[in-house]
C-alpha cells in the first residue's frame, strides 16, 4: 500500500496549494508535490499509485457527523485532555477541504476510498491526521518526562508542552526572520524521532529566501509528519492511538502507552450480565474473524448458550494494571477485530513481551462487579508475569473469548 501525507490547509475547491508527500517502503520521503486543486491531487495520486491502493492522511476534518460546521467531540477532547486545539477552519473563517469533497474528487478519477485506513491494505482510504498534534506526541517521546513515571501529575506536563509555533507567527506582523527561526526551531525538535524523514523539509527551508519559500518548507514539513505518523498507524498501531468514531469524527497520533491512556479515557459504563448478544449477531460480528462453536452439548430452551470464539486474526488490547482485577475502563484497543463486551464472560489472552509470553496462555474470568472487569484466573500464574498494582501498561493479543448469548 502506498502511503501519502497532505497538507491541505491552504487548499481550496478551485484556488490554494496544497503539499503532498510520498514515502516509499522504508518510509523516507519518495516524491513531494504540490497541487492547486482537488483535481490536481487526484491526477498526482493516479499519477503515482499506478492502481495500487493507496493510505491518504489529510490534516483536514474527514468524518463530521450530521451536524456540519459544528463542532466535532473529537476536537474537544485533544483541547481537554492533550491540550492541543484542532483547527477547524481558516483564519478568515472559510472552511477547509472536507473529507466528502476529497471522496468525490478522488472517485471522480477513479480511485474509490473509505473515509478511514483500511488495516487490511485491501482497499484505499483516507486517515485525518493533524500535524500538531504529530509534533507534540513526537516532542513528548523524547521529553524525560515520557520516562519518568513517578512524576507527580505527568497529564499536566503533556497538556503543557509545547512545540514552537511555525505557522500563523504573528500574521501580518513577524518577519522573515522569525518565521525562518520558528520553523527551524520545530523541524529540530523532532528530527530525531523514529520513522520520520525531514531531510526534504530541511533542504527546503534551507534554500528559502522569502516568507512565501518558508511557508512552502512549513507545509512540506507538515506533509512529512502527517505521512510519517500515516505509516506508523499501519505499521506500528501499538505505537498509535484512534481517537473518536469514523463516522462522527477522529483523528490519529501518535501515542505511546502514557498518551494513549490519557487520550482515550473513557467514562467507566455499568455493564450488567444481564446484557446478551442475540446469537445471530454475534455470528455476524465475528465469523469474519473468528471461529464459533457452542461450549454445551445440548441447547436448553430459553437459556442463555454459552458460545466459543476462536480468534484466526487475534484481537489486540493493552491494560493498565491499577487493580487486583483488570478494569475494561483501563483496556484501550490496538488492533485487529475489536471484541464485543455484551455478554462477555471468559478470555483467553497471550501477553506480548515476556520471554516466555510466545507460548503461554493466561485466562480472565468475568467479575460480578457491576462495572466490566476480569479476574486473574488464577492469580499464581499472572503473578509471576503482572505483579499486583504495578501500575505498567501490558499489551496482549485474544486467542479465545467466551460469550453468553441468547436465541
Given at each position: 500500500m502506498r502511503i501519502f501525507g497532505a497538507d491541505l490547509r491552504e487548499l481550496a475547491v478551485a484556488s490554494g496549494t496544497g503539499t503532498i508527500v510520498a514515502l516509499d517502503a522504508r518510509g523516507a520521503v519518495?516524491?513531494?508535490?504540490?497541487?492547486?486543486?482537488?483535481?490536481?491531487?487526484?491526477?498526482?495520486?493516479?499519477?503515482?499509485?499506478?492502481?495500487e491502493p493507496f493510505l491518504l492522511a489529510v490534516d483536514v476534518p474527514v468524518a463530521v457527523g450530521p451536524?456540519?460546521?459544528?463542532?466535532?467531540?473529537v476536537d474537544g477532547w485533544v483541547r481537554r485532555r492533550l491540550g492541543v486545539r484542532l483547527k477547524t477552519a481558516k483564519p478568515d473563517g472559510t472552511p477547509y477541504v472536507s473529507g466528502?469533497?476529497?471522496?468525490?474528487?478522488?472517485?471522480?478519477?477513479?480511485?474509490?476510498?473509505?473515509?478511514f485506513p483500511d488495516r487490511d491494505r485491501r482497499q484505499s482510504g483516507l486517515a485525518e491526521i493533524h500535524p500538531?498534534?504529530?509534533?507534540?506526541?513526537?516532542?513528548?517521546e523524547s521529553s524525560t518526562?515520557?520516562?519518568a513515571r513517578e512524576l507527580p501529575d505527568r497529564e499536566a506536563i503533556l497538556r503543557a508542552l509545547s512545540v514552537p509555533a511555525y505557522r500563523d507567527v504573528r500574521p501580518g506582523r513577524a518577519s522573515w526572520g522569525e518565521r525562518y527561526a520558528s520553523l527551524d526551531a520545530a523541524v529540530r525538535a523532532v528530527s530525531g524521532s523514529d520513522g520520520f524523514d525531514f531531510r526534504a523539509a530541511l533542504g527546503e527551508l534551507e534554500r528559502a529566501r522569502s516568507d512565501e519559500a518558508v511557508a512552502k518548507a512549513a507545509s512540506l514539513f507538515d506533509a512529512t509528519l502527517i505521512a510519517g505518523c500515516a505509516r506508523r498507524y499501519l505499521e506500528e498501531p501499538e505505537r498509535c492511538a484512534f481517537l473518536g468514531l469514523r463516522e462522527s469524527g477522529y483523528v490519529v497520533l501518535p501515542a505511546d502507552a502514557f498518551v494513549r491512556?490519557?487520550?482515550?479515557?473513557?467514562?467507566?459504563?455499568?455493564?450488567?450480565?444481564?446484557?446478551?448478544?442475540?446469537?445471530?449477531?454475534?455470528?455476524?460480528?465475528?465469523?469474519?474473524?473468528?471461529?464459533?462453536r457452542p461450549s454445551a452439548l445440548l441447547d436448553m430452551p430459553g437459556q442463555a448458550q454459552r458460545i466459543e470464539a476462536v480468534f484466526e486474526s487475534q484481537?489486540?488490547?493493552?491494560?493498565?494494571?491499577?487493580?487486583?482485577?483488570?478494569?475494561?475502563?483501563h483496556c484501550r484497543h490496538l488492533a485487529g477485530p475489536e471484541l464485543p463486551v455484551d455478554g462477555l464472560h471468559e478470555i483467553v489472552v497471550r501477553l506480548d513481551g515476556g520471554a516466555d509470553?510466545?507460548?503461554?496462555?493466561l485466562r480472565l474470568v468475568r467479575s460480578r462487579h457491576k462495572t466490566l472487569s476480569f479476574r486473574f484466573e488464577p492469580p499464581t500464574a499472572w503473578r509471576p508475569r503482572v505483579p499486583p498494582r504495578d501500575g505498567k501498561t501490558y499489551p496482549f493479543r485474544v486467542l479465545r473469548a467466551t460469550f453468553d448469548a441468547v436465541g
Open positions: 519518495a516524491n513531494v508535490a504540490f497541487v492547486g486543486d482537488l483535481p490536481a491531487l487526484a491526477r498526482e495520486l493516479h499519477t503515482q499509485t499506478s492502481g451536524a456540519l460546521g459544528k463542532a466535532r467531540r466528502s469533497e476529497l471522496i468525490t474528487a478522488l472517485a471522480m478519477a477513479g480511485h474509490p476510498c473509505l473515509p500538531e498534534l504529530v509534533a507534540k506526541a513526537l516532542l513528548w518526562a515520557a520516562t491512556r490519557v487520550a482515550l479515557r473513557e467514562a467507566a459504563r455499568a455493564t450488567g450480565h444481564a446484557s446478551l448478544f442475540p446469537r445471530e449477531s454475534l455470528a455476524s460480528r465475528l465469523t469474519p474473524h473468528a471461529s464459533l484481537p489486540r488490547y493493552e491494560f493498565d494494571n491499577l487493580d487486583e482485577m483488570m478494569w475494561w475502563k509470553d510466545a507460548t503461554m496462555s
